[in-house]
């Protein structure tokens, strides 16, 4: 079909035409499956072997992880509750087995009464929160994007589709916390039925106990959408939610929490449980890929044992890298704070052309980050944000310490400040990464040693 056929398109029509111009170069159907193995390849050998992967949402699994999303259990269909009476399908016995372990493990390493193991995202498990805690037109109250927030809780996700007004938590652009002084005057002109904490740009703790005193005058409550720091809150590396007055708590799995991609929700009050489960099922979620479950509750396991040193380490990296790119002279926010108290490392590289502009120019290297807003940015500058973030989960289940973050920043700032260009830095790069290509902090490979 020529492209002014379909005029209304959101992907990039250029690589659309590519893929239809390579479908047309096949011959046969099976030709055309081998055009999908061949890119999902490339993406293996680039992205898994010769990058450094600084995404903060990113994270590698273990082999384990990895080899149950291929496990004959994703090809079972399981709805429902767990228990033969819940089910609508027969079969389901070991089913529920896995299912329950799952569970039972999340509780244990979250220490909740409660736990939910079937949201595929994040994004989903905050729509559930919203579908079960709030009503259309009640006001929730959430963080703008540029200071960190997210789009299922602004009126342009999840939040909105729910009909939510939504007010924004007045936030510090200096110490990139919430603004407690300013919200105990506003919250109560609002009165939010929930609060939504917990950032996609997150470098230091919410004052969460602070503010579920103040909203619980109205008998509000804070939802803590702790996406990013699932991990860091099971390893004990960053602030307890639940333990601090949080209703509460999602996640993705497949962040810090190094599992496969999916969404975790844990909450302790027996009260939350019935409309909370309600919500997951029957009304947002049937099939929830039992193989992705399994792979969860073995992730989790790990979490268990080595969730306390991989978190450890993934914030001393992010420490040390702010503390390396900053003498570097490439600013890094929160530098009066250390930086961080998460994986994350925020940039303002509105000096060197831009986030959007930065990141491209350190693909071209292999080095993998996002642009990003940050205070000062204002909703037009959406598409080209003065922010860069970077994350050290990946690069420290590889196993590299603080030494290797000086290296990192050292690409960087040859591409930043040192204007080379991105070609001369690339096979430094791809020869820094070759050595660290497995994966640890996992039952198959221990602890990265020496
Ligand atoms: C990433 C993110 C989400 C969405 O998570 P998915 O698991 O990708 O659906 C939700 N909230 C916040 C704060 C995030 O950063």
């Known amino acids: 079909m020529n492209p002014a056929d379909n005029p209304i398109e959101v992907h990039d029509p250029t690589i659309l035409a590519q893929a239809r111009a390579i479908l047309d170069a096949c011959s046969t159907a099976q030709e055309m499956q081998e055009a999908v193995l061949k890119a999902v390849k490339r993406n293996e050998t680039w992205r898994g072997q010769q990058c450094i992967n ?76 919203y579908t079960a805690l709030t009503e259309p037109g009640d006001v929730i109250m959430s963080v703008a994007q540029p200071f960190g927030g997210h789009s299922s809780n602004r009126p342009d996700g999840p939040a909105g589709v729910r009909g939510l007004k939504v007010v924004d938590v007045p936030m510090d652009p200096v110490e990139l916390t919430v603004d407690l002084d300013l919200f105990r005057r506003m919250a109560p002109l609002v009165r939010p039925k929930l609060v939504a904490l917990g950032l996609s740009m997150t470098l230091f703790p919410l004052p969460v106990r602070e503010m579920a005193e103040i909203v619980a005058e109205w008998g509000g409550r804070i939802f803590f959408d702790g996406a990013h720091q699932l991990g860091l809150i099971a390893g004990g590396q960053f602030q307890d939610p639940i333990r601090e007055g949080a209703a509460v708590l999602t996640g993705s799995a497949g962040k810090t929490f190094s599992g496969p991609q999916s969404g975790v929700m844990v909450w302790d009050d027996p009260e939350l449980t019935q409309p909370l489960a309600h919500a997951i099922f029957p009304v947002l979620v049937a099939t929830h890929q039992v193989n992705r479950v399994a792979a969860l509750a073995a992730a989790t396991a790990e979490m268990l044992a080595f969730g306390r040193a991989l978190m450890a380490q993934i914030v001393r990296n992010a420490k040390a890298l702010g503390a390396a790119l900053h003498r570097r002279g490439i600013p890094v926010l929160g530098a009066h704070r250390g930086y961080t108290e998460t994986q994350q490392v925020i940039a303002d590289v509105r000096a060197f052309g831009g986030g959007l502009e930065v990141a491209r120019r350190l693909e071209r290297a292999n080095l993998i980050a996002n642009k990003n807003l940050i205070p000062g940015d204002t909703p037009a500058d959406w598409d080209r944000p003065g922010g860069l973030r970077m994350g050290t989960i990946e690069v420290t289940r590889l196993g590299m310490r603080e030494r290797e973050m000086e290296q990192i920043a050292d690409f960087i700032a040859r591409i930043l400040v040192a204007r080379e260009a991105p070609e001369q830095v690339l096979e430094d790069v791809i020869a820094f990464r070759e050595p660290y290509q497995t994966v640890y902090y996992c039952f198959e490979h221990g602890l990265p040693g020496g």
């Open 54 to 129: 600084l995404l903060a949402p990113e994270a590698p699994t273990s082999p384990i992880v990895r080899s149950l999303l291929a496990s004959e259990v994703g090809i079972r269909a399981a709805e429902g509750h767990i228990g033969a009476m819940n089910r609508w399908f027969v079969g389901t016995k070991y089913i529920d087995e896995i299912e329950a372990l799952c569970i039972e493990l999340l509780k244990r390493l979250f220490r909740t009464r409660y736990a939910d193991h079937r949201l595929m995202g994040s994004m989903l498990g905050n729509l559930a929160v």
